[in-house]
Every structure is written in structure tokens, then in C-alpha cells.
């Protein structure tokens, strides 16, 4: 395995990812994480956020295309939903990696379809590949060569490695 991101480099990162979003987004937005790959991101990033005087309420949404595989299916699935209502609401949805783009496509989609306010993008890693979908995210924290395979941090290989404290390649 190759190292692409420390620890030390990761969180601070974050910690500027936090800031910017701080000034940026309104104070009662929604923070949803998209499990299972964006939780370690995502918890780190609520905390950078509330370090920097943001306090965003927080619902998960699990979506899926990989199934365990390393490469997508092409179909997103819907996996468990959102439990508040999120019409009227400043949603920033919370993913761990840009790489075909169908997942935050069918996301931000869905969220814009309930009446959200505003959909901002975030991202812990966007990869270096043609995307199947024509997305731009608002906050970026990396970028990684289209054939890194991404492990550590939240993501996996086949359910392992997601407790890595650094993004590694796993090929």
C-alpha cells in the first residue's frame, strides 16, 4: 500500500475545509454524510466545524453502487433515507470520494426533489477520471489519480482497512 495523505496532512486539511465552510454555509444547515465510506470524514469534520463556530445538525443517508466490488455498478441504490424532514434546509452533502459521480448525482437529486434550499457538495477525495456525471463540488479536501484505490480514512477494501488513519492506494 502507498501513502497519498498523513494523518498530520489530513487534518489539517479539514481544519481549512471547516473554516471556509464556517464563513460560507448558514448556520443551521444539515450535515449528511454519506454512509458507510464518509463517516471518519465526516466526524472529523463536524468537529473541525464546531471548533470554528459552526454547529450543524447531522442525518445520514446510505446510498450504494459498489456493493463490494472496486469498481461501480452504474445503479445507485438507496440504502437507508434520510430521517428529517429536509425541505427549506441548507443541505451539505457529505461524501468520501468523486469517482464516477453517480452517487452525489442521485443524492443531490433526491435532496433538491424533498425541496432543500440549497445542496452543497463536499468531498473528502476527488479522483482524477472521466466522470459519468457532470458534477462540481464545493469543497474538495484531495485529489487522487484515477487508478488509486483508495483505502483508509473511511474508505475500504471489501469492508476492510476503513480504520487507517491516512488514504493509501491499495494498488
Do not use: W
Not at 477494501?157 to 492506494?169: E, F, M
Amino acid at each position: 500500500m502507498r501513502t497519498l495523505f498523513t494523518e498530520d496532512e489530513i487534518a489539517q486539511r479539514i481544519d481549512a475545509m471547516a473554516a471556509e465552510m464556517a464563513r460560507d454555509l448558514p448556520k443551521d444547515f444539515l450535515l449528511a454524510p454519506v454512509l458507510t465510506g464518509a463517516f471518519i470524514f465526516a466526524a472529523d469534520l463536524l468537529r473541525a466545524l464546531y471548533r470554528h463556530g459552526a454547529d450543524p445538525h447531522v442525518d445520514f443517508v446510505q446510498l450504494s453502487s459498489y456493493g463490494g466490488a472496486r469498481a461501480s455498478s452504474g445503479v445507485v441504490t438507496l440504502l437507508k433515507d434520510f430521517s428529517v424532514d429536509i425541505k427549506g434546509r441548507t443541505v451539505l452533502l457529505v461524501d468520501d470520494v468523486l469517482d464516477t459521480g453517480r452517487s452525489l448525482h442521485f443524492g443531490k437529486g433526491m435532496i433538491e426533489d424533498r425541496g432543500a434550499k440549497d445542496v452543497k457538495l463536499c468531498v473528502f477525495v476527488k479522483k482524477l477520471t472521466g466522470h459519468a456525471e457532470d458534477l462540481k463540488c464545493d469543497y474538495i479536501g484531495f485529489e487522487a489519480q484515477a487508478d488509486d484505490f483508495l483505502v483508509g480514512y473511511g474508505m475500504d477494501d471489501d469492508g476492510r482497512k476503513r480504520g487507517l488513519p491516512l488514504l493509501g492506494s491499495a494498488n
